[in-house]
């Protein structure tokens, strides 16, 4: 046992860290049984009654879309690469002002409880459902894959566990804990987990980014400058571009390609759009939007500090050697101020963080399976609610199954590319086919069927042969080099593609229904025969 939990970091009590981890499952866990007793119907299951508020939704939002990619990665890519690490803050953010002013709305107007519901309002309903499904379940498992990589990769910093046995083993309970989240208490349970991690995520790092500015007389000048110092020679390239693309003409269309994928890609992530689905009305859904955004800036706003912090007091060199590599800069960071306890409390918050996006992930595609693929595919729309729910429930576990599998096999790779590829998908599959289908009345299936299955075939084909899989050191599969596309991000590509494609394939096919676009027009703009609140 004593080996198993070997301090990985000097000063880190691993025992402290297992505690308190435990206490918040243990919260929550109460918090998800409390919920489940008002989850009786599909739509308490799928959407928590639409019974959440505006700012309790936009909090959740913000707790589903703030994942350790946000926390750890961000705060590290600020600490080693400065200025080029919070583009990745700006993008993430300006992504929000996409959905809250072409989708949120529309959405919450629109459809019932997936994505498939709005392509499939004014189509012919099985294929697109099918095609929505698929698109879905691929950007999830994406995703999904990655979160519980990086929980693998965390728990070699955060409790000192070594060996691939052991972080194959904490891999396994956060995916049964995830299970338990969704099975017991549907959008409702899941819905309080990322309410209550998103509150302890916010107040973790506005605590941390007072300490350090503190330590700076509340001067951020004088912070910056203290990171440059720690730097040695490359300290001045922190505060400019280029640090860590360079200035190669395809690193800055790379760069480019990334920002386009992470900016579109937001308004297309079937996770994000599910969370439309929770709140009573149109107004509700904006309103949850602009709460989201006002919380995920204030966080991305930390993050900058948190970076600099980081490279100021813990040093890129101490960061880059640490186990997690530059995941570990806000954990050092936390070490560093506020000794094993704060850093037990950091490594509480990011298992928090990990748990609430998987939950998140796994009900939007276990709803998408049970909604779309069961209930309106295979029986034709002639099923009961409670049987939906109980395919639902069957296919969380599945996928819970599936995702603590591909988080073993995937732990200790490069898991960025899996969330470029979440994002280049949902930017390239999702987003053409919604636009088109909200604001296109030509729009028709053929398109829509192109659109998603042409954007998904491209994405992936471009990344397979990219440099993010092969060919570099910092390449999945370090051995091999099949690369012929040279950016990492295909988003600069296959987005364009995909809305050529939607628009081909429409203009190809004589289908066309005019008087069911007016329809969904005058919902999607007025709310008229939205899907109502469940009042219990």
């Known amino acids: ?12 009590n691993p025992l402290l860290n297992i505690g308190i981890f435990a206490l918040f499952v243990i919260i929550t866990l109460v918090i998800v049984f409390r919920a489940s007793r008002n989850t009786k119907t599909a739509s308490d299951y799928y959407a928590a009654g639409r019974a959440f508020t505006g700012p309790q939704n936009g909090v959740a939002i913000s707790g589903d879309y703030l994942s350790a990619a946000s926390f750890l990665g961000i705060a590290g890519a600020i600490a080693i690469n400065g200025y080029d690490g919070f583009l990745y803050s700006i993008g993430f953010l300006v992504a929000w002002l996409v959905a809250l002013l072409l989708v949120a709305e529309l959405l919450r107007n629109t459809g019932k409880f997936t994505m498939g519901d709005v392509l499939a309002f004014r189509m012919k309903q099985r294929p697109v459902r099918a095609a ?14 990655a979160q519980m990589a990086g929980a693998g990769g965390l728990v070699a910093l955060l409790l000192g566990v070594e060996g691939k046995g052991a972080q194959a083993l904490v891999i396994a309970v956060v995916g049964v804990i995830m299970i338990a ?23 973790g790092a506005l605590v941390i980014t007072l300490w350090v500015l503190g330590k700076y007389g509340f001067n951020f000048s004088q912070l910056l400058q203290a990171a440059v110092d720690k730097a040695g020679k490359a300290g001045q390239t922190l505060l400019g571009p280029g640090k860590q693309y360079g200035a190669t003409g395809t690193s800055k269309l790379d760069f480019l390609s990334l920002g386009i994928a992470l900016v579109l890609g937001t308004a297309g ?5 599910m969370r439309f689905y929770t709140v009573p009305t149109a107004r509700d859904a904006r309103r949850s939007v602009v709460w989201a955004i006002v919380l995920i800036g204030v966080f991305y706003l930390f993050t900058l500090v948190l970076g600099y912090g980081a490279g100021a007091l813990v040093g890129p060199d101490t960061i880059k050697k640490a186990p997690g590599g530059v995941n570990s800069a806000a954990p050092l960071l936390a070490l560093e101020l506020g000794g094993p306890v704060l850093l037990g409390l950091i490594s509480a918050v990011a298992f928090a963080t990990i748990l ?12 998408s399976f049970a909604h779309d693929v069961y209930a309106n595919v295979v029986k034709r729309g002639k099923t009961s609610p409670d049987s939906e729910v109980r395919v639902a429930r069957i296919t969380a576990v599945v996928i819970g199954i599936v995702a603590i599998g591909g988080g073993i096999l995937a732990n200790g790779q490069n898991v960025a590319f899996l969330v470029a590829l979440a994002f280049a998908v949902a930017a390239s599959a999702n987003l053409p086919t919604i636009l088109y289908s909200l604001f296109w009345k030509r729009f ?8 998603i299955y042409g954007g998904l075939a491209i994405t992936i084909v471009l990344i397979v042969f ?16 099949f690369a012929w596309f040279p950016l990492s991000n295909p988003g600069i590509v296959s987005i364009p593609a995909a809305f050529f494609l939607g628009w081909l394939g429409t203009v190809l096919s004589k289908e066309h229904d005019e008087k069911k676009y007016a329809e969904m027009e005058v919902r999607s703009l007025t709310g008229a025969g939205a899907e109502k609140a469940v009042a219990h």
């Open 1 to 12: 046992m004593t080996a198993t939990l070997a301090a990985s970091v000097e000063g880190s």
């Open 132 to 145: 929505a499904a698929t698109s879905t379940l691929i950007v999830s498992f994406f995703y999904l894959l």
């Open 181 to 203: 989240y969704v099975l017991i208490g549907g959008m409702k349970g899941t819905t309080w987990v990322q309410i209550i991690k998103a509150g302890l995520l916010i107040v």
């Open 269 to 273: 992530l079937p996770h994000v759009l």
């Open 356 to 367: 609430a996006v998987v939950a998140g992930l796994t009900i939007t595609a276990s709803a």
């Open 444 to 451: 028709n299936t053929q398109g829509a069927l192109w659109s």
């Open 466 to 481: 990219s440099p993010a899989v092969s060919g570099k050191p910092t390449s999945m599969i370090k051995t091999a080099d």
